[in-house]
């Protein structure tokens, strides 16, 4: 890490955050180009190209795929620590990936959807902890400059993601689907070139397994166990699937309680670990409500595509400038928020992290969860009132909880990279993964109470719960701080240790 840690080529950043950037970017504009166009995809009639199932079954399983996707990242970050290194392992999910949105990219029907969705879900499981845990490697212990790195890459993702549904959603859907998921294909291609040219930026903790696997030490009947578990899993999955048994209600509540304890798991064999340190062990558990509140976070960031996607549709005046608005218009504000903002939030962590008194990671995360209540506490004036509402207010509350994504949501990438135990260290950034998961799991069961006639109730309710937990993360931060530094080093007093303010 020696030679990163006084890199500072790119703004003031190491020279590798460039090329993790833009395949982040790539990565992610194949992502969400395709995620753009699925649901037009799915629902289009055959004779339209395209496959003709009925809405109500196509939402939910492009909801619970959402949420399967980042699951698999818990995955994705084992297969990293243990067998493969981040490097390979981003590799490996790149072409998978790829490979993906190449199963759509011809006109294969059902089965190609099918193949498609395991391959993104496995690929992006293996890629996105990986090259988020492959930022954090550029840091030494205590570079000021982590938080600030973490937004900049983060501007990446939304870069792509704002690029995304104008050029792979425009070429789906008014030329051809299949060109739209080709161009998606190219994107993710284009991500792998970027990534295998900025290799050598990287820091050589990247190419190693973290914490190798030796087969020959993992006991016999353990091994027969888990492999028969996974078997007997899938088997049930197939059957149940199969025979109708469980149908797409019961998936998306299944995908809902493993989005839940599959997280509680992994905390629990963290905690157990005997790989684990004791002040590491401290570490996590100052992790946990942190964790809890991006849980919430997300739940009410994410329902963006449901919740405020249907309110664009149905309860907002979309001609109140003299033109039709596309409601899907409202999916890009976030997005373009974003990145407008980055310059100046880069330049506050940078800021505040030099000074003594930086704020520690649990009060950025208060006060993110905090803006997202806001944003949904902002909604209930005009839900309040009768008739179509003017846009500002939905464009406005979702510029507010994009404020509060970026309190959150690099925050947290940089301060797993900080807390995670160093034989779980992309597990964990794929457990940080599933805190989206999770969000969404909750989110699917929650969406089901809105109803456009009560949406002041349910915008108040929500916004007040999450306002609610974020003062409660707010007064137990310095607890989370003491109990962080218990032991030796910790998130926050690495960087005290280095101007030297001594906590
Ligand atoms: N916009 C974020 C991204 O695509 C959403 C996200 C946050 C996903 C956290 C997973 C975990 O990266």
Same mark, same amino acid.
């Given at each position: 890490?020696?030679?990163?840690?006084?890199?500072?080529?790119?703004?003031?950043?190491?020279?590798?955050?460039?090329?993790?950037?833009?395949?982040?970017?790539?990565?992610?504009?194949?992502?969400?180009?395709?995620?753009?166009?699925?649901?037009?995809?799915?629902?289009?009639?055959?004779?339209?190209?395209?496959?003709?199932?009925?809405?109500?079954?196509?939402?939910?399983?492009?909801?619970?795929?959402?949420?399967?996707?980042?699951?698999?990242?818990?995955?994705?970050?084992?297969?990293?620590?243990?067998?493969?290194?981040?490097?390979?392992?981003?590799?490996?999910?790149?072409?998978?990936?790829?490979?993906?949105?190449?199963?759509?990219?011809?006109?294969?029907?059902?089965?190609?959807?099918?193949?498609?969705?395991?391959?993104?879900?496995?690929?992006?499981?293996?890629?996105?902890?990986?090259?988020?845990?492959?930022?954090?490697?550029?840091?030494?212990?205590?570079?000021?400059?982590?938080?600030?790195?973490?937004?900049?890459?983060?501007?990446?993702?939304?870069?792509?993601?704002?690029?995304?549904?104008?050029?792979?959603?425009?070429?789906?859907?008014?030329?051809?689907?299949?060109?739209?998921?080709?161009?998606?294909?190219?994107?993710?291609?284009?991500?792998?070139?970027?990534?295998?040219?900025?290799?050598?930026?990287?820091?050589?903790?990247?190419?190693?397994?973290?914490?190798?696997?030796?087969?020959?030490?993992?006991?016999?009947?353990?091994?027969?166990?888990?492999?028969?578990?996974?078997?007997?899993?899938?088997?049930?999955?197939?059957?149940?699937?199969?025979?109708?048994?469980?149908?797409?209600?019961?998936?998306?509540?299944?995908?809902?309680?493993?989005?839940?304890?599959?997280?509680?798991?992994?905390?629990?064999?963290?905690?157990?670990?005997?790989?684990?340190?004791?002040?590491?062990?401290?570490?996590?558990?100052?992790?946990?409500?942190?964790?809890?509140?991006?849980?919430?976070?997300?739940?009410?960031?994410?329902?963006?595509?449901?919740?405020?996607?249907?309110?664009?549709?149905?309860?907002?005046?979309?001609?109140?400038?003299?033109?039709?608005?596309?409601?899907?218009?409202?999916?890009?504000?976030?997005?373009?928020?974003?990145?407008?903002?980055?310059?100046?939030?880069?330049?506050?962590?940078?800021?505040?992290?030099?000074?003594?008194?930086?704020? /520690?990671? $649990?009060?950025? @995360?208060?006060?993110?969860?905090?803006? &997202?209540?806001?944003?949904? %506490?902002? =909604?209930?004036?005009? +839900?309040?009132?009768?008739?179509?509402?003017?846009?500002?207010?939905?464009?406005?509350?979702?510029?507010?909880?994009?404020?509060?994504?970026?309190?959150?949501?690099?925050?947290?990438?940089?301060?797993?990279?900080?807390?995670?135990?160093?034989?779980?260290?992309?597990?964990?950034?794929?457990?940080?993964?599933?805190?989206?998961?999770?969000?969404?799991?909750?989110?699917?069961?929650?969406?089901?109470?809105?109803?456009?006639? /009560?949406? $002041?109730?349910? @915008?108040?309710?929500?916004?007040?719960? &999450?306002?609610?937990?974020? %003062?409660? =993360?707010?007064?137990? +931060?310095?607890?989370?701080?003491?109990?962080?530094?218990?032991?030796?080093?910790?998130?926050?007093?690495?960087?005290?240790?280095?101007?030297?303010?001594?906590?």
């Amino acid at each position: 890490m020696g030679k990163t840690a006084t890199d500072r080529a790119f703004f003031g950043q190491p020279r590798g955050l460039v090329g993790l950037f833009f395949a982040e970017a790539w990565e992610r504009f194949s992502y969400y180009g395709m995620r753009a166009l699925l649901l037009y995809y799915m629902t289009d009639r055959l004779a339209e190209g395209g496959l003709g199932l009925p809405a109500d079954s196509a939402k939910p399983l492009i909801a619970v795929y959402g949420s399967a996707i980042y699951l698999a990242a818990i995955l994705g970050g084992w297969v990293s620590d243990r067998l493969l290194g981040d490097r390979k392992a981003t590799l490996v999910g790149g072409v998978l990936i790829m490979c993906g949105h190449l199963c759509l990219a011809v006109p294969a029907g059902a089965g190609a959807l099918f193949a498609s969705m395991v391959f993104i879900a496995v690929g992006t499981g293996l890629l996105k902890p990986t090259i988020s845990s492959s930022v954090g490697d550029l840091y030494a212990a205590g570079d000021p400059r982590r938080d600030s790195g973490f937004s900049i890459y983060y501007m990446g993702i939304s870069v792509g993601a704002v690029a995304a549904p104008l050029v792979v959603g425009t070429v789906g859907q008014n030329y051809d689907y299949h060109a739209g998921f080709g161009i998606a294909a190219v994107g993710m291609a284009l991500g792998l070139l970027v990534y295998l040219r900025s290799q050598r930026h990287l820091s050589p903790v990247s190419s190693r397994p973290k914490n190798p696997l030796r087969l020959a030490e993992v006991p016999r009947p353990r091994l027969i166990a888990v492999v028969a578990g996974a078997a007997a899993l899938i088997g049930l999955v197939a059957v149940t699937v199969g025979t109708g048994v469980l149908d797409v209600d019961g998936i998306v509540d299944v995908i809902s309680v493993l989005a839940i304890a599959l997280p509680v798991g992994y905390f629990t064999v963290m905690l157990r670990s005997a790989r684990t340190t004791a002040a590491e062990r401290a570490r996590v558990r100052a992790y946990i409500p942190m964790f809890v509140a991006a849980v919430a976070f997300w739940c009410i960031q994410e329902q963006g595509a449901t919740v405020i996607a249907q309110y664009a549709e149905e309860s907002t005046d979309l001609d109140a400038f003299g033109f039709a608005i596309p409601a899907s218009w409202f999916q890009s504000v976030g997005s373009l928020v974003l990145i407008v903002l980055t310059p100046l939030f880069a330049v506050l962590w940078l800021r505040l992290d030099r000074s003594p008194r930086s704020p /520690s990671t $649990a009060h950025k @995360f208060a006060v993110g969860l905090a803006i &997202a209540g806001l944003s949904y %506490l902002l =909604l209930v004036v005009p +839900a309040a009132h009768p008739g179509q509402t003017n846009p500002l207010w939905l464009a406005g509350s979702l510029a507010v909880v994009t404020v509060g994504e970026m309190c959150l949501s690099p925050i947290g990438l940089s301060a797993t990279t900080r807390l995670a135990p160093a034989a779980f260290a992309t597990q964990t950034m794929g457990l940080w993964l599933s805190s989206n998961a999770a969000g969404q799991g909750i989110g699917a069961q929650l969406v089901k109470f809105y109803d456009p006639g /009560s949406a $002041a109730g349910y @915008f108040g309710a929500l916004g007040g719960g &999450a306002v609610v937990l974020a %003062l409660v =993360l707010f007064a137990l +931060a310095p607890l989370i701080r003491r109990q962080a530094s218990r032991k030796g080093a910790t998130m926050d007093d690495d960087q005290a240790a280095v101007h030297g303010a001594g906590r």
